[in-house]
Every structure is written in structure tokens, then in C-alpha cells.
């Protein structure tokens, strides 16, 4: 494996323009390819006219114009189809894959352990059982509307999470076991209430299961402009982590003599990647294996170092996120497969492939 | 208590090094040092300091403190009272990154993950110089260049690091503490579990640093190992320096019997006394 | 209008005056649709107004129930799309499927240019399709008497009020006769099984008002709620005489709740009435629509069979 090259820039410097270059543009075309596919058939140039007319609309209404000169009613019907539902989703799909997938690289990072997830701290427990809450009561908070369920998701898991980190500090510091401990307890705690909430509000048993299992299918532009500011935001910090995540990896002890703040890097990973969890639970439900598995392919596909895994991931994490989705949606359509059972699908037989290779290799 | 004992013209070479970097500046001075874990003291007033171009030796049977110090010096343990200061500034007052400009520690049992490479791994030892959102200067190159070929490890630069020898591997790790370009070098055992000839490699690198003005300090078991590699030496026991000197001054028979509660007996020769337990 | 009129039986008295009726209805609908007072609002579950502006001619059901109730109303021919477990009457089974109301076929259902779509309260679909500019009305009946009040909101939405007045008299008429029927006779004790979990019914709930309307007395407290997980050791305690397995569909039979532990002394299963319900019939029982006459008369046939 020759990912290394001598430059002026120093010795084994790995690239990473150009892998992010080609991953970007196969992301691109995967995001192509599902704004192409979908249960009503629609022909490459409809898809394209529709898209720039909600381009053009949106930049038209972001200016206060008038809309352009009205469409047809056929046209109008693949303008929403295509701007108003196909769009979104595939945008939305691939922004929570992208925070998942961060999420995943930073909980490895800062645990050191391949096999942490972004839910190992209990963010989806915490925002099962305050989604679940919220749809018993009625699924509407006064003013969030819509956004209730969502909200009320986003709420709870970072709460549980700031509570695992409470309980596992000892003072300014923060154990990595007692915090994966305390973030099991209290995650098989909140998913016994939800078992509990689950039990007991029949009615709305079907509606907080299919939440719980992760779905795409109620995606809009409201959800994606929510979702985006914190994925960036988390990105941003994780990507601004990164190469303290490397030191890290050598041990605490030396990361703290090489001049990190360990503590500090630990306590902004944890937030920035329960942030990343939060935004993409509280919009798409719980969608396992996208967080634990496209980190640790992306470390067996490009090596190791964050400056480079962290984006790659993300992209990765999109496009992996965005091919689901179309599987899940079309597979047995007009009937949809919970996301996350595609997820788990697809990607457990691909990680065990590239297992297999990086073994034999 | 603390046993100090002049430098003697008696000694050999560490004798004379030590001298010559006597007039050189302390870059590594504690007083009246009290550290432990909790209610568990460990460190009962120690002094030392270490000078610019010297390599001092710290040994001392197990449970004597000499992680500890190691601790208190790296600012992972704070100290209960007394004083450390680095190349002139205060321990307390310098933080993380400015404390990591000034003293570079090569660990005990360092790890190295998977997956790095050697270069990568040296250019670690950058980290309190670059920048957030900036990459590695050219004058960090430069170091990490000079730290690698210095401990001989240049040709691995894109070596997998899980692919080296355990020599290879205390060569890469000293490197990455070189390339911190520091005043103060700490080497935790450095040379535990490597054959002879990386033992004499690794100290004959930490030799070298001292000689362009790193001041090392050397913590190790093997009493013959240090007695070639140290310019002068302090022996710890049960928290207290019990004596410090020249190489022949502390390797004494009679200190060390009292020391490690067991017979030895010390063979002088022209390249330094030799220690050997009775069995 | 669909009745068939041959000369013989037009002469018919009893098919005259029936004739007669149709005529008439149909003059009453066409003047309630000219005349309706559109547009019409109609504040459905979630609290919120739904909004025609003109009568809707293309609607889409994602409720069971609701296209039972749309059937009833008169307005078949109207609906366009359907979720995936409405099924009756049987012509519906010819209109596209759109999956099920948790996720349905969004594309699916927009290309089919829907002017109301109709969902229940809890799957977010209101949420989903309301930005899309398709009015959404959003709800479903929990309680019997709601089901007369989602029948009045259904047709006041398709400018129906005439077929709407007609539907409640005849299911009044249907629940007060087998009501009249069962009074006064001894009221065997129920318990019925939603789910093998157990998962019961309480008194409150729709079926569980239908239970006490057709003589039955439900062994379920009503402050358990409407559908209640109930402990298995309560039901052996409770000995009901007749237990009804609305789960019979989905693999529970009769033998398999006489082996379960301790429920082969109930009475219901000594005395053979442990009633198996069919697919069909398990259907009728759990939607709240207009075929609750006919679950009333089943229940009815199972707890007093000697009547029938």
C-alpha cells in the first residue's frame, strides 16, 4: 500500500485532495443517480428542468421576486415530485449519513476503539424515549409544530449524553471506561422506558417504531435547513480535531506530553460528535451501522489519520447514506424498507469483504 | 539527608562532561518537591536540576518515585508543594503546548497504532508548534528530518509502523520526541526490552542530544547501562534522594546495599564501575 | 345512481316507493352538491383547519376506515390512490397502492394529483403532505360515537351531507336493533384478544363499547385504557365465559390458548366459546367506519348465539 510519497511539503505525507476530489465526485454521481430513480418514472431532462425551476424558484423567492411564469399541471406535478420530495430526501440522506458517519469517526477516534458507534453514549436511547414521549402526548409541542418530534429528539440526546458525561467525570477529567459504562446504563435505561412508553400507547406503537427504526420518508427543505448549520458546526470541530485525534492515538499520556489538552480534546469530540448524532436522529430516526461501519471502512480503505478520515468519512458516510435510502425506497415500492435494516444489509457484507481483503493483504 | 557529594577529579569522563556543563544553565530545576496520588505521597522533597548538555541518571529500586517524578515533571501530576521549573519558566505557569516547546518525554512502553507511518508518526512531535487549520512548516519538516536521521530512522519514513522491530520502533519514538526540538529531554527506561546493540543505539542517541545541549534525563534500572551513559546520577529511594554525584560517587556499595536491601558488589574499570547483585 | 329498474318490479309497491326514495336522494345530493356552501372547513385531529375550496373529485385514503366511510358516503369514484390495507369493499383493491400511512409513496401519491388526501393523526404524513399545497385531513375515530362525528366531517368535506344523514340513520338503526335485541338477557363475560401478547381491549375504547352494546361484559377495567397489555394470571382470575381472538388471523388458535399455562380451566375454553375470528371478520371488528353495524351483529352472534 503506497499512499505515502516524499515532497517538498516532508516525507509520508498522504494526499488528501485527491481522494476527497474522487470520492466527492462518486458522491455526486450516487446523489445523481438517486435524484434519477424513484417510484413515479421520470426522465433525466424532466428531473433536470424540475430541479433548476426549484433552484429558480428558491433564489426567486430568497429575493422576494415573483415566481417565474406558472407551469403546466403536469409539470407542476414533477416539480414537486422532483423539488419537493425526491430532492429533499436524497439531500437529507445524505447530510444525516454524512453526521453519522463523523459522529462514528470521532467516538473511534477519541475512544480509540473501532467498535464505537455514535450511539455508544446513549444519544439514541435518549432520543427514542423523548420521541416516543412526545408522540404519546400528541406529537405536537405549541409552537414547533412539526418540528416536535424532531426537537424533542434533538433535546434528548444531547441531555443524555451531557448526563453520562456528568456521571463519569471525576472532576476535570474524563475516563474513557467509566464514560462507555455510564453511557450503556443509562441507554439501556431510557430504552426500557421507551419499551415501557411502547407498551403502553398502542395506538402510537406503529408510528414510534417506525421512527425508531430510522426513516427518510417524510424529508423536506425545512428538515434539510435545520439539519445543515449542525452538521457543519460539528464537522467543523471534528475537523479541527483531527490532528490532535492522531496524537491522541498514541495514548493519553503521550498526547498530554506532546502538548494536547486531552481532556479538552476529549470533551469537544464527545459534544461535536453528540451533536452530529443528535441532528441526524432528530430528523431521520435511529439508523444504526452508517456510524460504525464507513469510519472504520474508510480507515481500512485510506489509512488511518483523521486529517484525512474525518472528510472522507463524511462523504463516504453521505454517499453510502444516499445509496440505502434508494434501496430502501424503491426495492419493494410503493411499500418501503426501514432504512437502517438496508443499512445494516448492505454494509455488513461489504465490511466483512474489506476485513477479509485488508487480512489477506 | 540528601546525601550531595562535590564532583571529584577522581572520575572518569562523566566526571569531567559534568564539570563542563556545570557553568552551563540549569534547564531543569526542582526544590523541596512533594507529589503522590490522593492520600498516598509518593515524592518527599526532591531536589535536582539538570543542566544544559548534560545527561543526568535516575535510578532507584521499584516504588521509589522515579514515574512519579517523571509525572510531576510532565505536568500529568500536579505537585503538592515545592517548585519545578523548565528552562526558566515555572512549571505551573506554562501550559500544555508551551510546556510540550520546552520538554520532549519518551514514554515507558510507548505505543505506536496501527496503520501510521514512521514519518507520520515523527511529525507528531510537531504538535505544540503547528497551527490549528495549518499544516507543518517548513521549518517542521526540517526538525523532523533532522530527528530522524539523527536517530537513524530517515529510510523508514514511510514505513507502516506495526512493519518494525522493537529496536526500530524506540528509534521512531525518540525521534518523535527530538523532533519537539526540546531543552529538556525526559527518557523514561528507554532501553528495556531491546537486545544490546539497540541499548547502545538508543543511548548513544541520547548521548548526542545532550551533546548539542539537550538536558537529559535519563531514568533507568540497569545500574551499568547508566554508569556508561550518565554524567551524573541521583538515586532514589522511597521518595528521597538518598544520593547524587558523579557516576563512581553513587554507584558505591554500601548506598546501594542500603538502597536495594540486597548484596551487590561494584568492580570499577576505566569505562565505569560495574554492578552486580549476589545471587 | 345505481339501482336497477325493471318495468315488473318498478310495479311493485314496496320497489316504487324505494324507486321513489333514490329519485329523491339523488335531487337532494345534486342540490346539496350545487348548492354546499364552499369552500368548506373542517378542523380535523391535529387541530388543524382543513380547506376546500370546490368539492374534491380525486381522494386518496391512507386509513382502512376512512375508505370504508368514503365508499359509504357515495363517493367511490372519487378515490384515486389507497394505503395498502384497504381493502373493502372490494373495488378499491383496483386503485394504486401507496404503502403503508407510517411511510407512504410520497411520488406515487403526488403523481396522482390528489385533491384531499386522508390519513390518521399518528404516522407524520399530515406533516409531510401539508407543505406540499394537497389539502390533508388528519384523523380517525377512537370512540363509537366518533365515528358518527368523522362521518359527518368526511361528507362535509365531499358535499355529501344527504348520504352522510342517511349512513348515521341506518347505522343507528343497525346498533339500536341488535342493542334491543340482547337487553335483558344475562350479559356472559368477554375477554378479547387483540394480540397474543395479551393485548386486550378496554370498555371505552370502539370495540369495547361495541362489547357492552351487544350484551357482553368486558373483563377489562375501564381504567386500563383503551388498549391495555393485560396480565395473563388476570384473565385466568377474571374466568371469562366467552373469549374472542381477534389474533386468529395472525396464527392464534383455540387449542393454543387452552395450552397455555393455566387457561385450560377458563370457562370459555371448558364450554368450547373461544371464538376464532376470521380475516374478514377480524377487519370488521377493528375499524371504526361504517360496517360497525356488522360488527355489532357478529359480536352479538357470538356472545348470544341462542338469538340468532
Known amino acids: 500500500m503506497s499512499v505515502a510519497r516524499v515532497s517538498s511539503a516532508g516525507v509520508a505525507v498522504r494526499r488528501l485532495t485527491r481522494p476527497l476530489a474522487l470520492s466527492t465526485l462518486a458522491l455526486g454521481l450516487v446523489v445523481v443517480l438517486a435524484a434519477g430513480i424513484g417510484s413515479v418514472r421520470i426522465g433525466p431532462a424532466d428531473v433536470t428542468a424540475a430541479t433548476v425551476r426549484g433552484i429558480e424558484g428558491s433564489v426567486r423567492a430568497a429575493f422576494g421576486l415573483a415566481p417565474s411564469v406558472p407551469v403546466d399541471a403536469g409539470q407542476r406535478v414533477i416539480d414537486t415530485i422532483v423539488w419537493q420530495i425526491r430532492l429533499p430526501r436524497v439531500v437529507l440522506a445524505a447530510l444525516v449519513g454524512a453526521a453519522l458517519a463523523l459522529a462514528g469517526a470521532g467516538f473511534q477516534g477519541v475512544f480509540r476503539n473501532p467498535l464505537a458507534d455514535p450511539y455508544l453514549l446513549g444519544a439514541a436511547s435518549g432520543a427514542g424515549f423523548a420521541a416516543a414521549l412526545v408522540m404519546v402526548a400528541g406529537g405536537t409541542l405549541g409552537v414547533l409544530g412539526a418540528f416536535s418530534v424532531s426537537a424533542a429528539a434533538f433535546v434528548g440526546a444531547t441531555l443524555t449524553v451531557l448526563a453520562v458525561v456528568a456521571l463519569a467525570r471525576r472532576g476535570w477529567t474524563l475516563p474513557v471506561v467509566p464514560l462507555v459504562l455510564a453511557g450503556v446504563v443509562i441507554g439501556s435505561c431510557l430504552a426500557a422506558g421507551t419499551s415501557f412508553v411502547l407498551l403502553a400507547a398502542r395506538e402510537q406503537a406503529a408510528g414510534i417504531l417506525t421512527w425508531l427504526l430510522g426513516s427518510l420518508a417524510f424529508a423536506s427543505w425545512d428538515r434539510v435547513g435545520s439539519l445543515l448549520p449542525l452538521v457543519l458546526v460539528a464537522a467543523a470541530g471534528m475537523l479541527a480535531a483531527a490532528r490532535a485525534l492522531d496524537v491522541l492515538q498514541l495514548g493519553e499520556l503521550a498526547a498530554a506530553h506532546l502538548g494536547v489538552s486531552v481532556e479538552a480534546l476529549k470533551l469537544g469530540v464527545v459534544l461535536a460528535g453528540t451533536l452530529a448524532t443528535a441532528a441526524a436522529v432528530s430528523v431521520a430516526g435511529v439508523i444504526g451501522f452508517v456510524g460504525l461501519v464507513v469510519p472504520h471502512a474508510v480507515r481500512l480503505a485510506f ?18 447514506m444516499v445509496l440505502a435510502d434508494l434501496v430502501a425506497r424503491t426495492v419493494i415500492a410503493p411499500a418501503e424498507l426501514p432504512v437502517g435494516v438496508v443499512t445494516a444489509l448492505v454494509g455488513a457484507p461489504f465490511f466483512l469483504v474489506l476485513l477479509r481483503r485488508r487480512s489477506a493483504a | 539527608m540528601t546525601d550531595v557529594v562535590a564532583p571529584s577529579v577522581a572520575a572518569g569522563r562523566g ?3 559534568a564539570l563542563m556543563a556545570s557553568a552551563a544553565p540549569d534547564v531543569l530545576r526542582l526544590e523541596g518537591v512533594h507529589a503522590g496520588y490522593g492520600a498516598r505521597p509518593v515524592l518527599h522533597g526532591v531536589d535536582l536540576e539538570v543542566r544544559a548538555g548534560e545527561v543526568l541518571g535516575i535510578i532507584g529500586p521499584n516504588g521509589a518515585g522515579k514515574s512519579t517524578l517523571v509525572h510531576v515533571i510532565s505536568k500529568v501530576l500536579a505537585v503538592q508543594s515545592g517548585s519545578v521549573w523548565v528552562d526558566g519558566a515555572p512549571l505551573a505557569s506554562l501550559g500544555r503546548r508551551a510546556l510540550a516547546r520546552r520538554l520532549a518525554v519518551m514514554p515507558q512502553a510507548a505505543t505506536l497504532p496501527d496503520g501510521f507511518l514512521v514519518g ?14 495549518r499544516g507543518p512548516s517548513a521549518e517542521d519538516e526540517a526538525e523532523v528530518e533532522r530527528a530522524m536521521r539523527q536517530t537513524g530512522v530517515w529510510g523508514l519514513a514511510e514505513r507502516p509502523v506495526e512493519h518494525l522491530s522493537g529496536g526500530e520502533r524506540q528509534r521512531v519514538v525518540l525521534a518523535r520526541a527530538l523532533a519537539q526540538r526540546p531543552r529538556v529531554l525526559v527518557l523514561d527506561e528507554p532501553t528495556s526490552h531491546l537486545d544490546l546493540r539497540y541499548q547502545a543505539e538508543l543511548l548513544r542517541a541520547a548521548r548526542q542530544a545532550a551533546a548539542d545541549g539537550v538536558g537529559v534525563l535519563l531514568v533507568i534500572h540497569d545500574l551499568n547501562l547508566a554508569a556508561r551513559a550518565c554524567d551524573r546520577m541521583l538515586l532514589l529511594t522511597d521518595g528521597r534522594v538518598v544520593a547524587a554525584g558523579t557516576v563512581r560517587q553513587v554507584l558505591v556499595r554500601s548506598r546501594l546495599e542500603r538502597a536495594y536491601r540486597t548484596e551487590v558488589d561494584v568492580f570499577d574499570s576505566p569505562r565505569g564501575p560495574t554492578v552486580v547483585p549476589r545471587v | 345512481m345505481r339501482s336497477i329498474q325493471t318495468p315488473d318490479r318498478f310495479s311493485h309497491p314496496r320497489v316504487a316507493r324505494a324507486s321513489m326514495l333514490v329519485a329523491l336522494v339523488a335531487t337532494l345530493t345534486w342540490l346539496g352538491v350545487a348548492f354546499a356552501a364552499w369552500p368548506v372547513t373542517v378542523v380535523d385531529d391535529l387541530g388543524r383547519e382543513v380547506r376546500l375550496e370546490a368539492a374534491p373529485q380525486r381522494v ?7 375508505t370504508e366511510t368514503v365508499c359509504a358516503l357515495g363517493a367511490c369514484e372519487r378515490l384515486v390512490g389507497r394505503d395498502a390495507f384497504s381493502n373493502y369493499p372490494l373495488v378499491v383493491l383496483d386503485l394504486p397502492e401507496l404503502g403503508s400511512a407510517f411511510a ?22 399530515a406533516d409531510a403532505l401539508a407543505p406540499l399545497g394537497i389539502p390533508v385531513y388528519a384523523g380517525t375515530p377512537q370512540r363509537l360515537e366518533e365515528v358518527f362525528e368523522v362521518i359527518d366531517r368526511l361528507a362535509l368535506l365531499l358535499g355529501t351531507p344527504d348520504e352522510a344523514a342517511l349512513l348515521r340513520g341506518r347505522l343507528r338503526g343497525e346498533l339500536d336493533g341488535v342493542a334491543a335485541l340482547v337487553a335483558g338477557r344475562e350479559r356472559p363475560t368477554v375477554f378479547y384478544e387483540v394480540d397474543p401478547s395479551p393485548y386486550s381491549v378496554g ?13 357482553g361484559a368486558n373483563i377489562v377495567p375501564a381504567e386500563l385504557g383503551d388498549f391495555p397489555l393485560v396480565d395473563p394470571e388476570f384473565v385466568v382470575a377474571s374466568d371469562p365465559q366467552v373469549i374472542v381472538l381477534a389474533d386468529a388471523p395472525y396464527g392464534v388458535s383455540a387449542e393454543m390458548v387452552a395450552e397455555r399455562p393455566g387457561w385450560a380451566g377458563i370457562a370459555a375454553v371448558v364450554d368450547g366459546r373461544v371464538i376464532e375470528l376470521t380475516q374478514d371478520q377480524s377487519d370488521v371488528m377493528s375499524r371504526a367506519g361504517p360496517r360497525i353495524g356488522e360488527a355489532l351483529h357478529l359480536l352479538a352472534r357470538i356472545l348470544h348465539p341462542e338469538m340468532f
Open chain 3, 203 to 215: 370498555p371505552d375504547g370502539f370495540i369495547g363499547t361495541l362489547i357492552a352494546l351487544a350484551g
Open chain 3, 104 to 125: 407512504p409513496d410520497l411520488e406515487a401519491l403526488v403523481a396522482l394529483r390528489p385533491d384531499l388526501v386522508l390519513v390518521d393523526e399518528y404516522s407524520g404524513a
Open chain 2, 120 to 133: 507520520e508518526v515523527v511529525r507528531m512531535g510537531r504538535t505544540p508548534f503547528v497551527r490549528a487549520w
Open chain 3, 60 to 66: 386518496v385514503s391512507l386509513v382502512p376506515s376512512h
Open chain 1, 303 to 320: 489509512g488511518p489519520d483523521h486529517r484525512r478520515l474525518v472528510p472522507l468519512a463524511a462523504v463516504w458516510g453521505a454517499g453510502f
Open chain 2, 15 to 17: 566526571a569531567t562532561d
